[in-house]
């Protein structure tokens, strides 16, 4: 099966998870947080390399601060829990994002598990929160200037590979496949850079009702797919952004 190396996944539904059984919203964040359990076990299980998961927006501090506080409430106690499970199957923590802007509690847990499992080659795991595509642009943006009033970097030196270098996680491979959950078909800001060539897939499913094998019909989807990045018939790889010869 040719896998997606990368794959992103924008957990959305939650709140109307929850509405739809006359619950609270936070019931349905904590019925999200077993489902990242399950998904994270999955994707390792297929083979995934990366796995992104979209937790917490930059747009999402505009929520109620009741809402905002239970979720930081539910990641604190998922980073505790699950620390000791990423040790055991191999798993590296990671975290791109404002993360500066998250509670100093729940940072520090979080840099904590991302220290410790930093070794962990079995798969990548990394959280966005407090995360923004065009924030993230902005934040590198910000840095290549800061580089160039050194004098460190000329403004003709910027470049694509450049810009990505100054992105959150350069090292991070583009995602290959974006899953939204919930039906809508948008992107709502996840990964704007790294997202140009990725392959999107939606379901109408809630995020907490996303199963494994929710997760291996998207997977087989994308075998479907032929990927062309601008070319005129299928590419196996992402042509590389070296300048043309
Ligand atoms: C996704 O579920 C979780 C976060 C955005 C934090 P939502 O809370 O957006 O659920 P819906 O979209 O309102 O159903
Ligand atoms: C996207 O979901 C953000 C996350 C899943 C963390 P939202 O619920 O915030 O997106 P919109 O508002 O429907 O676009
Ligand atoms: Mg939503």
């Known amino acids: 099966m040719r896998l997606p190396e990368h794959v992103g996944i924008i957990m959305d539904g939650n709140g109307r998870w929850a509405t739809s059984r006359g619950l609270p919203r936070v019931l349905g964040h904590r019925a999200g ?11 390792r299980e297929a083979g995934v390399r990366y796995l992104t998961l979209y937790a917490f927006s930059w747009e999402n501090w505009d929520r109620p601060s009741q809402e905002i ?5 539910l990641l604190d106690e998922f980073i505790q829990r699950e620390l000791e499970r990423l040790l055991a199957n191999r798993i590296q923590l990671r975290v791109i994002g404002r993360i500066h802007e998250l509670p100093t509690g729940v940072l520090a847990n979080l840099r904590s598990a991302a220290a410790q499992t930093a070794a962990n080659d079995g798969m990548t795991l990394t959280l ?3 995360y923004g595509g065009r924030q993230e642009i902005v934040d590198a943006a910000r840095r290549l200037a800061e580089q160039v009033q050194q004098g460190l970097l000329q403004p003709d030196q910027i470049d694509e590979e450049r810009l990505r270098q100054a992105l959150y996680a350069p090292d991070l491979p583009d995602p290959d496949l974006i899953i939204r959950t919930s039906g809508e078909q948008r992107l709502s800001n996840f990964l704007l850079w790294q997202s ?18 929710d997760l291996v019909e998207a997977l087989v989807e994308f075998e479907r797919r032929e990927r062309r990045f601008g070319r005129t018939s299928a590419v ?10």
């Open 33 to 43: 947080a077993e489902a990242v359990r399950r998904i994270v076990e999955a994707s």
């Open 69 to 73: 506080q239970e979720l930081m409430g």
């Open 128 to 130: 966005a929160l407090s």
């Open 196 to 213: 140009s060539y990725a392959e999107l897939y939606v379901t109408p499913k809630f995020w907490p009702d996303f199963t494994k094998d």
């Open 236 to 245: 196996s790889a992402a042509p590389s952004s070296t300048p043309r010869g």
